[in-house]
């Protein structure tokens, strides 16, 4: 898996359930470990229940959530992630492709406007994976959702990589 997407290591690598819990670690780790830090983060309005029941459960605690548009085709405005990122921005997440529209998002685009801030960016490539390139160095992810399923694993296995310096809580 590592090798596949660029990681640097195995390290990098925490195994799970499947998609909706690497997605939900993701989110809810970040939220944790950097409330301190700021409480608001940024997805889109067309994401997979995995994060969005997330993000709802975190705006009832008190976090803002954005929820960028998407324009005909299901792609975001980068314009608009880039004047919604502010100082207190802890995460971004944006889903690689969509599951219901086929959408693929600019992701390497993302993550750069992303590197950029203070926030971490994580997307759930679980629709993605074995149909897209993804080298998530390139392309500045910090956190990435798999679902082994996609890729001709038992459904009950997945995966999310953690880039090297992002210590969650056990």
């Not at 969005?52 to 975190?58: C, H, I, R, S, T």
């Not at 600019?106 to 993804?134: L, M, Y």
């Amino acid at each position: 898996i590592a090798e596949s997407i660029n990681a640097k290591s195995d390290n990098e690598i925490v195994f799970t359930s499947g998609g909706t819990e690497s997605d939900n670690t993701a989110i809810m780790q970040t939220a944790f470990l950097r409330r301190n830090e700021g409480r608001h983060i940024i997805t889109t309005a067309i994401e997979h229940e995995a994060v969005l029941k997330p993000m709802a459960f975190l705006e009832s605690q008190g976090y803002e959530v954005t929820y960028l548009s998407v324009d005909e085709n299901g792609i975001i405005d980068l314009n608009e992630l880039k004047d919604a990122l502010r100082d207190d921005t802890i995460l971004v997440s944006v889903m690689m492709g969509n599951n219901e529209v086929g959408s693929r998002q600019p992701i390497h685009e993302i993550g750069e406007i992303v590197s950029e801030s203070n926030a971490w960016f994580h997307t759930d490539a679980v629709q993605a994976i074995g149909n897209c390139f993804i080298d998530v160095q390139k392309m500045n992810i910090d956190m990435l959702s798999l679902s082994g399923h996609k890729i001709h694993a038992p459904k009950g296995i997945g995966a999310l990589y953690v880039k090297n310096g992002i210590e969650f809580e056990n």
